[in-house]
């Protein structure tokens, strides 16, 4: 069985999250890690995680808010790590793709949450979108260690952030017709990577297009097996081992 190590089970996307979490058991997916982004979807994340087992979360301001985040966003989040199944903190990071971004403000938020990071020593999955030169000098300031999620990247990249401690966060894109990813994780080699969704976004082929939920990571280890010509088995142990290395969860098969 494997993790879905970095998703977005909100109402707003999903109407039946228990008949959800139980189907994609069924699909061998034995826990999921549920990413919050603002002060709504952090309180929603810690309670799942409470709820369901299979559900862990991760507390975060995602940069596309650091210009409207108020410090009592980041009070909650400190206040609340010891919650159960709070595993790390996230998602954070930079986001220079749309016009009319606060670069400055983006730092100083990503550099605040590294530091509680670094003081209570939880990982951190990393969202870096056109914005790798930032993200990584962020990085290096902190003693701190994660995944970067959702990584489209060079190898080049790909090696400085696991020089840097980190795993590679891999999902659907990997699947995608053309995608330059699947040469960097032949190249990178399983023992620096995750598996996760990214759900609601980002359906691996065969379902892309459809809404995405953590039981597709099953297609993504398929493509995975047969690109590499490794066996499913093997993927999905040494990922797991990968999981285990990075957040605090034991119930993992
Ligand atoms: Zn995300």
Excluded: W
């Amino acid at each position: 069985m494997y993790m879905d190590t970095h998703a977005h089970i909100y109402k707003e996307y999903y109407n039946d999250i228990e008949k959800l979490l139980s189907q994609i058991k069924k699909d061998n997916c034995f826990g999921v890690i549920n990413a919050g982004c603002n002060q709504e979807t952090n309180e929603e994340v810690i309670l799942l995680a409470k709820k369901y087992n299979n559900l862990f979360a991760t507390l975060g301001i995602h940069p596309e808010n650091a210009t409207n985040y108020k410090t009592k966003n980041i009070d909650y989040i400190i206040k609340h790590l010891k919650e159960e199944r709070v595993v790390g903190i996230g998602e954070i990071g930079l986001d220079f793709h749309y016009q009319g971004y606060n670069k400055e403000e983006q730092i100083m938020l990503f550099e605040k949450q590294l530091a509680i990071a670094q003081k209570h020593k939880l990982p951190v999955v990393i969202h870096s979108r056109d914005a790798t030169n930032d993200t990584i000098k962020c990085l290096k300031k902190f003693k701190v260690t994660g995944v970067i999620h959702c990584f489209t990247g060079s190898i080049e990249t790909a090696r400085e952030y696991i020089k840097l401690g980190y795993k590679l966060g891999i999902g659907g894109v990997v699947t995608f017709k053309n995608a330059k990813l699947k040469e960097v994780v032949n190249a990178i080699g399983l023992e620096n990577i995750v598996l996760e969704t990214d759900c609601p976004y980002l359906s691996p082929d065969p379902v892309r297009g459809k809404i995405n939920h953590p039981g597709n990571i099953k297609y993504i280890i398929e493509f995975l097996s047969k690109y590499l010509n490794i066996s499913e088995k093997e993927i999905i142990k040494k990922t797991n081992e990968n999981v285990k290395k990075v957040f605090d969860i034991n119930i993992m098969p």
